[in-house]
T-cell receptor
């Protein structure tokens, strides 16, 4: 169990650029989640995958955001035409697919700063 | 709407003393799980303790215990024999038994353990 890993740890980009983050969940975890955490707030849910299927998206996930999990393993989160308001910590979490109320295991996050 | 309220933005406690962090939540659902997560400075979020809402017995995990009052929708965390390593942001969260099982987080309580 190597834990959830996210890459990069930090990303600084100019407004209007596209960015892509990667998340590698704990192996054999079927469920994968993306959250966004802004300063002074708790994480807010963005989207959820079970294996390769994206089963739920929150209203926070505007059409500039897209997430994939092509083979049911790693996932990517892309933000197009970044805006100042996208500056945040983006957290990935995974949990086993079996059992109810399984705790989610979080990565270190990717901190995005928009200039 | 599902909400989690942590009314104490910051707290401090002397090393070896006991501290209680408060959390209230609001949901119309009856079946859910409650969690406390800890986020140390610049480190990943980790699970502290988990409570199943249909169990009346309060969960305990070593020095950590909860006081779960379902009717009052209250879920406080007690840390006994506080240690310097307990210094962190603490987030209260819940998830439903069905659906995506995404977490709904509070805004957090910053706990500082004073030597």
């Amino acid at each position: 169990d190597t834990g959830v890993s996210q890459d990069p740890r930090h990303k600084i980009t100019k407004r209007g650029q596209n960015v892509t983050f990667r998340c590698d969940p704990i192996s054999e975890h079927n469920r994968l989640y993306w959250y966004r955490q802004t300063l002074g707030q708790g994480p807010e849910f963005l989207t959820y995958f079970q294996n390769e299927a994206q089963l739920e998206k929150s209203r926070l996930l505007s059409d500039r955001f897209s997430a994939e999990r092509p083979k049911g393993s790693f996932s990517t989160l892309e933000i197009q035409r970044t805006e100042q308001g996208d500056s945040a910590m983006y957290l990935c979490a995974s949990s086993p697919g079996t059992g109810l109320g399984q705790p989610q295991h979080f990565g270190d996050g990717t901190r995005l700063s928009i200039l | 709407a599902q909400t989690v309220t942590q009314s104490q933005p910051e707290m401090s406690v002397q090393e070896a003393e006991t501290v209680t962090l408060s959390c209230t939540y609001d949901t119309s659902e009856n079946n859910y799980y409650l969690f406390w997560y800890k986020q140390p400075p610049s480190r990943q979020m980790i699970l502290v303790i988990r409570q199943e809402a249909y169990k009346q017995q309060n969960a305990t995990e070593n020095r950590f215990s909860v006081n779960f009052q379902k009717a009052a929708k209250s879920f406080s965390l007690k840390i006994s024999d506080s240690q310097l390593g307990d210094t962190a942001m603490y987030f209260c969260a819940f998830t439903f038994r069905t659906g995506a099982n995404n977490l709904f987080f509070g805004t957090g309580t910053r706990l500082t353990v004073i030597p």
